[in-house]
């Protein structure tokens, strides 16, 4: 089979709008999560999240920006970096072998918001005439395909929190298989509005804003956990088939080896074990590893009482005994949860962790949950260490669990 | 303010144009203005000049001046128009 070089890596992220950036601050074991500013802050019960420092109009012109959600900005900045980063030329390649795969939950977010609030708070007909252009979930791939020329496949996938991870495995699947020699995938996510901080409000599932610290909010494994904290940004990756990578002297950051992806089918929500622990082994197999060969979990880690304590159970169920002694952590307690953007913001981060051999923290896990009990990298990156497959978790509402496998290129 | 420079300063308001590029020649969709943009820009004329622009969908307005004598055209009626009675004597 065909195999996936990863050459290009970008993001804009909470805590960073380049993967150095944010990485150094990951390590340092910093937390993009904050209050929000005014008027979010006066309005919601929990108002934290995690936003990204970042103005539209330093990065397109007006005529542009009139087209483009936040979300799309986020990306075309975000995919910019991963083709600058692999040094592609689309000019040099056959561009109907290229294509484009992005995850994201909502789309075009604020777009949506602001039309409902013309329509129904100001009772007025005066929607504006870009808002379905801007809003529509398939806008931001539509854009990277049109502003590179990239002809080939060109897909949207909505799964709710594990929509990139999936966006990026279905990216590698079609290059394996031959459609195509390069897949520009990635996610993006533009969720801070009010209503859609109210609606997640009303799940009961956000994290309550710790008094003292807000920063603090998202504590994954530990005991004291009350839920998510929602973030925004995009992250991409340039994939290439491993030959034509090779050929045209890429820098191979890694090699994304290993997909899986399964359904629960229990609960709209609930995670089961058995959906997450399939969904690792599937990933496994298709990298034709044993678990003994991963040597760090970027986890799902939400924060939630639920999805920290089934990954826990999930993952002694792949790895045994040595499931204490993996290093698992979760950088969601820095980060955010990026929701659509999360899968590849997260792989971005392992793929890092494996050049870098540095492990980031899981932050806030200051009471241990006897429920969660693995090695979560508490309070402290860990440095110096031969990190040659990483494996990263996206499990979401709706059931849609997407694990990715990835390997130092180092080896070949 | 004649109606040529009311269009230019929203023209160089919204899309950070300069008087120079917005002659009274100037093609719309080389600045910038597609289709979907003079739909916009009719909400903008209409508060600015105090019409109302009719629902049709205009496609002959391909330069600065085709937008100015189609206002034009619109304004002078519409502030001719007499009042309509509300009640009868």
């Given amino acids: ?412 | 303010m004649s109606t040529l420079e009311t269009l230019q300063d929203l023209l160089i308001r919204e899309y950070k144009l300069t008087r120079e590029q917005l002659a009274p020649d100037a093609q719309l969709s080389a600045l910038g203005v597609d289709s979907l943009g003079m739909l916009e820009l009719m909400f903008q004329i209409e508060d600015r000049f105090g019409i109302t622009l009719p629902d049709d969908n205009p496609t002959n307005l391909l330069t600065v001046n085709d937008v100015v004598v189609y206002i034009d055209k619109l304004v002078a009626p519409q502030r001719e128009a007499p009042m309509t009675p509300t009640c009868t004597p």
């Avoid at chain 1, 913001?345 to 890092?352: H, N, P």
């Fill in chain 1, 1 to 412: 089979m065909r195999r996936v070089a990863i050459t290009g890596l970008g993001v804009v992220a909470p805590l960073g709008n380049c993967v150095d950036e944010l990485f150094t601050n990951l390590v340092a074991g910093r937390s993009g999560v904050c209050r929000l500013a005014a008027p979010l802050s006066e309005r919601l019960r929990s108002p934290i999240g995690a936003p990204v420092q970042f103005d539209g109009r330093a990065h397109f012109s007006a005529p542009r920006l009139r087209m483009l959600d936040r979300v799309s900005q986020l990306a075309l900045v975000a995919a910019a970096q991963a083709i600058a980063d692999a040094r592609l030329d689309f000019a040099a390649e056959r561009r109907e072998r290229c294509g484009v795969c992005v995850g994201t939950s909502l789309g075009g977010a604020e777009t949506t918001e602001d039309g409902y609030h013309t329509v129904y708070a100001e009772h007025s007909d005066r929607v504006k005439p870009y808002s379905v252009l801007a809003a529509m979930t398939n806008a931001t791939a539509s854009w990277l395909g049109i502003d590179y020329g990239l002809s080939g496949p060109n897909l949207t996938y909505s799964t709710a929190c594990s929509s990139s991870a999936v966006a990026l495995g279905e990216a590698a699947r079609r290059i394996q298989c031959g459609d195509v020699d390069i897949m520009l995938a990635g996610g993006a996510e533009a969720p801070l509005t009010f209503g859609v901080l109210r609606a997640w409000e009303a799940m009961r599932t956000l994290a309550v804003q710790d008094p003292q610290d807000p920063s603090s909010s998202c504590r994954p494994f530990a005991r004291t956990r009350t839920g998510l904290v929602l973030g925004e940004g995009a992250a991409f990756v340039a994939l290439e088939e491993w030959d034509h990578a090779v050929a045209r002297g890429a820098m191979i950051h890694a090699e994304l080896s290993g997909y899986g992806l399964t359904t629960d089918v229990t609960h709209i929500t609930r995670p089961s074990i058995e959906g997450q622990t399939s969904a690792m082994r599937a990933a496994l197999c298709s990298a034709g590893l044993h678990p003994d060969a991963i040597d760090y979990v970027n986890a799902h880690g939400t924060g939630t009482l639920q999805n920290d304590a089934v990954e826990t159970a999930a993952l002694k169920e792949v790895f045994g005994k040595r499931a204490y002694s993996v290093p698992v952590s979760s950088t969601k307690s820095m980060h955010g949860h990026l929701l659509g953007a999360a899968g590849a913001l997260e792989f971005v981060i392992a793929v890092t962790c494996l050049e870098r051999g540095i492990v980031p923290p899981t932050m806030h896990l200051d009471s241990p949950d006897a429920a969660c009990d693995l090695d979560y990298v508490a309070g402290r990156a860990r440095t110096g260490m031969m990190l040659r497959t990483v494996l990263s978790n996206s499990f979401a509402f709706g059931g849609t669990n997407a694990v990715l496998i990835a390997q130092t290129a180092a080896r070949h």
